[in-house]
């Protein structure tokens, strides 16, 4: 019996018949009846210590006791300065973390043992990532250079489900138009089984290849990680992760097709203290917000919040205790909104028996208005996938708002405190000048980063006019700088046949802005058009019908012979885009 097709009517008919038997008493009673198994309460009592070790609070609270620069006083170097950018906003145990990094640090893991590994998943949500999940992405790559191992669950399975925490109600999963149909064993009959849009799975792997794939440098020297994705090759990788720099992607809907219901329950359900759940503030604070609409009379009536995803929390456990079997996990990294799924995967690991694992969170993004930078909100302006060229992203950072600055510096990038604190002081601009080039320089190498200084910034693009006026021969340099510069703005390809039939303008624009939107809404190119501000290769066209052809084609020659044919288009002062040409 597969867990996603028979586990939600089980349960609801335990959970049921468990506040049947309570008379529906208040959540309160609930929290205290779980309490009265001594075994439980050893195990969340241990956790609870720990995590008080470094934190202002007795009690983990999703969310709250940030980490302040400067303590906790810690052995690793490594640690140390992530402590000091404040990228670790909590941590569960900050001497385990503290132990784990330091003998990482000296190398002193067995030859034939398995490597270390840090866990983050990642839901999918929407077919790309924000800059919050840069932000984790960017944190997973400095412990990969520590000579650690990643492993990064996608969501295929828990996206169905949908993460209640701090939600004021279910969010609304866009699934695949074709619906996977399967033979229900309760239902006897076939069933739509829910899929998550495969293309949100692909944009969301081409993310992580972008953002992973670039070589680290570990001890001066260049490593390239090696990806691992298990649904293509699982072959030999136990013996790949003993060794480092390994990062293994998982997707969590195989592993939940394979769990059977009876297995879910004697593992995680059993394991799992639903007074614990509820009383996280991050599944509190949904259930507040429904309840308090309705009559106090009726406690629960009001509760918007169905089994599946109530039960989300546990499937994250799994998930943790998954990978921390199978591929040495010893760190759980996510946001501070994920610290009450962290936890109740900590002690599930740890009534399970699973000791020295620790729970990490990084900050939450926010934008000038104090509001999560997420996915879901209209906040979200950068969209990162594959596809999203240096230009854009550079952009991006150069214009943020000037109170995000510092923290983005400290967290986003390399950069030593002292130049940061150099380059706000200053001029704001020159900060923001600075995390642009850097993050660009990390994610697509410094040539992009030198192409667009070159050829980007100068007032209308005045400096690629001598590329517009018709053919040219350059030195190799400058053909390379010139040819990167192509591919860091937003492009696309175009066959000299179909432009000897001649494209319409607009329709040309359309083809190279659309797929580099931010967000669906623009001024659309037919009314650009007609006023005025759209060039062809430096020259002003009004006419929306107009067709570019292949006389607009311009060209640029190597001394070693290589030729880049394009055609440049720009919309306004600012925004400039290369048709580029295959003969």
Excluded at 130 to 152: A, C, D, P, W, Y
């Amino acid at each position: 019996m597969k867990f996603f097709g028979a586990i939600s009517p089980f349960i609801a008919l335990m959970f049921l018949s468990r506040l049947l038997e309570e008379k529906c008493q208040p959540l309160a009673f609930l929290h205290v009846q779980a309490f009265k198994s001594g075994h439980i309460h050893r195990k969340v009592n241990t956790i609870h210590a720990s995590f008080s070790n470094f934190s202002s609070s007795s009690q983990p609270r999703d969310g709250q006791c940030p980490i302040k620069s400067g303590t906790p006083t810690v052995t690793s170097r490594f640690l140390a300065d992530c402590v000091d950018r404040g990228l670790i906003f909590q941590a569960t145990d900050m001497s385990k973390l503290d132990d784990l990094l330091c003998e990482s640090a000296k190398g002193i893991f067995c030859q034939d043992s398995t490597y270390p590994a840090v866990y983050y998943g990642i839901d999918c949500t929407n077919n790309f990532i924000h800059e919050g999940t840069l932000l984790q992405l960017l944190l997973l790559r400095k412990f990969l250079s520590q000579k650690l191992n990643l492993v990064i669950v996608i969501g295929g399975g828990t996206t169905v489900v949908g993460d209640p925490s701090y939600k004021q109600r279910k969010n609304r999963i866009k699934k695949d138009g074709n619906v996977q149909v399967t033979k229900s064993t309760i239902l006897d009959k076939p069933w739509n089984d829910s899929i998550v849009e495969e293309g949100n799975e692909k944009a969301i792997l081409g993310a992580i290849y972008k953002i992973l794939s670039p070589p680290l440098t570990v001890d001066g020297k260049e490593v390239y990680p090696n990806i691992i994705n298990t649904s293509e090759n699982d072959a030999n990788i136990s013996n790949r992760i003993k060794s480092p720099y390994n990062v293994i992607i998982i997707n969590n809907r195989k592993l939940y097709e394979n769990v059977s219901l009876m297995e879910y329950l004697e593992i995680v359900a059993k394991n799992m203290n639903l007074g614990r759940m509820l009383s996280r503030d991050s599944i509190k604070l949904r259930i507040n917000n429904e309840s308090d609409k309705v009559e106090r009379k009726r406690p629960f009536s009001g509760i918007n919040m169905d089994l599946s995803e109530l039960m989300y929390m546990s499937l994250q456990a799994m998930d943790f205790i998954y990978v921390a079997s199978k591929f040495n996990v010893k760190v759980q990294l996510g946001g501070s909104d994920q610290m009450g799924n962290i936890v109740s995967g900590l002690e599930l690991a740890d009534a399970l028996g699973m000791k020295d694992l620790v729970g990490v969170t990084t900050p939450l993004l926010q934008d000038k208005h104090g509001e999560k930078i997420s996915k879901s909100n209209a906040n979200c302006l950068l969209k990162i996938t594959r596809d999203t060229v240096p230009s854009v992203l550079w952009t991006h950072f150069r214009n943020i708002d000037d109170d995000l600055v510092l923290s983005y510096l400290k967290w986003l990038t390399d950069v030593s405190m002292e130049k940061i604190e150099d380059s706000i002081n200053e001029h704001i601009n020159t900060a923001k000048i600075l995390l642009a080039d850097e993050l660009s320089a990390k994610l697509y190498g410094k040539e992009s980063v030198d192409a667009i200084h070159k050829y980007g910034l100068s007032k209308d693009f005045q400096s690629l006019q001598p590329y517009l006026d018709g053919k040219m021969n350059v030195p190799i340099g400058e053909y390379n700088l010139f040819a990167s510069f192509s591919q860091s703005v937003p492009h696309t390809r175009v066959s000299e046949e179909k432009l000897k039939e001649g494209i319409e303008f607009h329709e040309l624009l359309d083809s190279v802005r659309i797929p580099f939107l931010a967000t669906g809404i623009f001024y659309t190119n037919k009314q650009s058009i007609r006023d005025g501000i759209c060039k062809i290769n430096g020259r002003l066209e009004t006419n929306i019908k107009h067709k570019v052809t292949c006389e607009d084609i311009k060209s640029i020659k190597s001394q070693d012979g290589h030729v880049l044919n394009y055609i440049v288009l720009q919309v306004g002062k600012r925004q400039i885009y290369f048709v580029l040409i295959d003969k």
